[in-house]
């Protein structure tokens, strides 16, 4: 059974990493586990059991002219901004790369797509070139606008994380994330990641023990948490999801609970890490470099793809 249940869950990983070619997995009557390309238009539920994917993909949004990234056609396939969402590219991300959804095999380098090089198995395997982070963002609610800020703890007196209304000119609501991988959050304004202490924090108002966050670089004290982006959420390794008021939940994640605790990385500059140069646009022209004013500036819209 376990061995069945790896394989299912091998073959669901497979499907995310192929994009809009692979729609779900079916399991056959012979237990063979196979990949779906297509489930037609087939109103009711078959005899099959099967997996149907949602896949959450990425659109990047210039800040500055509201623009969206899209590919130009022809065969170099150079990367543009188009004042219409219906010519954005939808990015998948995997491992700090920005991966088309539509031609799952072409990732971001540079300013254009480049195909992944034959022989290469995974992801993980593909060049610095194509790895990209997003530094100086605002983490902000797509709910209620609060976004994530850099607060004063009521007991401890220390810096730690709660949230206010969106103000985009706030240095305390730039923090510097990641795309996929586990990652630090790490306040830009302070330059320090958050940390856990080792040990259950200080007593609270009502008497009960509290874990204690903090921005610090005190690794003799604290734990570092790391965080990833899952079902539009933003999870600490230890499972637990801010809601839209910027709170930790009592309880781990839900994929249920991302209309309600949706949170987008808005206003980034997304850094490439061979070059440390930057993404931006001047017109409609994509370029990697030292950018000129505000052109540097990036959202990042969520939806969901099925």
Known sequence: SSGINAEYGGAKNK???LGSACKGVATLPSGEIRLVADFGRAGTAGKIP????????????????GRYVGVSTGQKMFLRTYPKKSRAEPFFISSNRLVSYTRPDHVISG????KVDAGVDSIRDITDDQ????????IVSTKTRIALDVVDDPITKSKTIGGNPYDKSSTTQRFNV???SPYLLTSASLRKPLRLKKHKGSESPQGRLVDTYEFTDDEKKYNVVKFRWNAQQLVSGRGKALNNRMEFQDYYYKFEDRTENSVAATDCKIMSLRSAGFLFATKAQ???GTPTGDNDRWSLEHQDMS
């Not at 099967?50 to 002219?65: D, G």
């Not at 300013?111 to 480049?114: E, V």
Request: charged letters at 25%; a positive charge; proline letters at 3%.
């Open 15 to 17: 499907c995310a990493y």
């Open 50 to 65: 099967a997996f149907k994917k949602t896949q959450m993909v990425v659109y990047l949004r210039h800040e500055e002219t």
């Open 111 to 114: 300013n254009r797509l480049r």
């Open 131 to 138: 790895i990209w982070l997003p530094l100086d963002c605002a």
């Open 178 to 180: 990641g795309f996929s």
């Open 286 to 288: 994509l370029k990697v």
